[in-house]
């Protein structure tokens, strides 16, 4: 059986940070779809790292650590490594599958995940997090992240802290300088409502009429709620998880649904 070609004609915007795009990008051109790279994040270290080396040598002091996405465990392990290793009494948990597998690729244990889903929502719904009563609980994350987990964990009886081990910022670039040099996208992945935001912000007047009408490719209902209250009009298209695999699928999905509606049409 040769090569998948379900992709075929489909030129993609994949907007990932830089460091993060390439295995996304070499999946949607093995099947023979184009990719139009566009970072519209990209991950910086933190500028004060003085209250953070602080909590990271105190890390024995909490019973689990959280980690909210595969930036913060790239960010955060190293630094704690580098203070002696990994506590044996603070257990691990991660937010969803990538994430676990980028803590497990770091030689770490994951001790609470959960059995579906990869956002805030699926991890508190673990029941180990039911009962956190007298817990200190860290969590690993970016700078102004969601506050859900945090909230929600103190309502249950925790006393947590944010270990904030890197920026999201804005790349400099305008999105016209792409548009204008390549195909206009069929498609464009987005994986965070920041990084919509700024998509929408690096677009000039006329761009932004034309990114509003193209279909996005999400990997939750909430950012595709965000997308529809920006004003974007095509139905998100949401990926049933985060990783790669499950974005191809999607694009792959709707690609070949739109084509075939097209065909009927003519």
Not at 96 to 121: H, N, Q, Y
Not at 126 to 151: P, S, T
Not at 165 to 194: C, E, K, W
Not at 219 to 229: C, E, F, L, M
Request: charged share 25%.
């Amino acid at each position: 059986m040769g090569p998948r070609t379900d992709l075929d004609g489909i030129v993609v915007m994949v907007t990932r940070p830089a460091h993060q795009a390439r295995p996304l990008c070499e999946r949607i051109e093995s099947r023979g779809g184009r990719v139009v790279c566009f970072p519209v994040l990209e991950i910086a270290a933190v500028e004060d790292t003085a209250s953070l080396q602080g909590l990271v040598r105190r890390l024995s002091e909490f019973d689990l650590a959280v980690f909210v996405s595969a930036n913060a465990v790239a960010r955060g392990v190293p630094m704690v490594l580098a203070h002696g290793g990994w506590p044996p009494g603070t257990q691990v948990a991660a937010v969803g599958e990538r994430t676990a597998g980028e803590l497990v690729r770091r030689g770490l244990s994951v001790d609470i995940r959960p059995e579906k889903g990869f956002d805030s929502e699926s991890l508190l719904a673990v029941a180990a997090l039911n009962n956190v009563v007298g817990k200190r609980i860290v969590i690993f994350r970016g700078q102004g992240g969601r506050e859900l987990l945090a909230e929600t964990l103190r309502q249950r009886g925790a006393t947590v802290d944010y270990a904030e081990v890197y920026r999201r910022v804005r790349p400099m670039a305008t999105l016209g300088g792409v548009l204008h040099t390549q195909p206009f996208p069929h498609a464009i992945v987005i994986t965070s409502g920041d990084g919509l935001h700024n998509l929408l912000d690096m677009a000039d007047s006329g761009d932004r009429r034309r990114l509003l009408s193209t279909p996005l490719v999400v990997i939750s209902h909430r950012i595709g709620d965000t997308a529809r209250a920006l004003g974007f009009t095509h139905p998100p298209i949401v990926a049933r998880q985060a990783s790669d695999e499950a974005i191809v699928e999607a694009i792959g999905d709707w690609w070949v649904g739109k084509n075939k509606t097209e065909s009927k049409l003519q």
